[in-house]
C-alpha cells in the first residue's frame, strides 16, 4: 500500500484539523496515511510515496513554531528531493497584505529549490472569506486526488 504523510504546521490547531479532515480521502483512495505534528526531514526522505503540507502562516508571513525545525533542516542540509511528490495546502488571512499564506509560499519555493515535484496547484485559504477550512480543502483534495489518478484501490 502507499504512503502519504501529512506534514502540518499549526499554531492553534487549524491546519491539524485539516489535516485531520482529509486524511479520510487519502484512505480511501488507498493510501496509507500519517499525519505529522513534528515533522522531521527525514519524514520525507525516507519511504515516502506522496507527502501533503497543510500549514497555516503566523505574524508577518511567519512558520508555526513546530514546522521551524523542519524548515531549517531542509534550508541546512539541502537534501535534494527530486523523488518527492506533493501537494501544498497553505492557510492565511489576506488581511496581512503580501505576507497571506507567506509560511505556504515560502516552503513551496524551499521545496522546489530541492528539486521536489508540486502535483497541481497549491491551496490558498483565506480565513477572511472561508470561516472553516477544511470547507475548501475537502473539495481541493478530492480534484486533486482525481486529476492526479492518485487512487491506487
Do not use: H
Not at 500519517?34 to 527525514?42: K, M, R
Not at 537534501?79 to 497553505?90: C, D, E, Q, S, V
Amino acid at each position: 500500500m502507499p504512503t502519504l504523510k501529512i506534514l502540518v504546521g499549526t499554531m492553534y490547531g487549524g491546519a491539524l484539523d485539516v489535516a485531520e479532515q482529509v486524511k479520510p480521502l487519502f484512505e480511501d483512495a488507498g493510501y496509507e496515511v500519517a499525519v505529522l505534528e513534528q515533522p522531521t526531514l527525514v519524514d520525507i526522505v525516507e519511504d515516502t510515496d506522496l507527502a501533503l503540507f497543510c500549514t497555516s502562516t503566523t505574524g508577518s508571513g511567519d512558520f508555526p513554531g513546530n514546522i521551524v525545525p523542519f524548515v531549517r533542516e531542509l534550508q541546512e542540509k539541502s537534501p535534494g528531493l527530486p523523488n518527492l511528490r506533493y501537494g501544498l495546502i497553505a492557510l492565511g488571512d489576506s488581511s496581512y497584505g503580501d505576507t497571506f499564506c507567506g509560511a505556504g509560499r515560502r516552503l513551496d519555493e524551499l521545496l522546489q529549490e530541492q528539486g521536489a515535484m508540486r502535483l497541481g496547484e497549491r491551496l490558498e485559504i483565506d480565513a477572511m472569506e472561508t470561516f472553516m477550512a477544511d470547507d475548501a480543502a475537502l473539495p481541493w483534495v478530492e480534484s486533486w486526488i482525481a486529476s492526479q489518478n492518485l487512487k491506487v484501490a
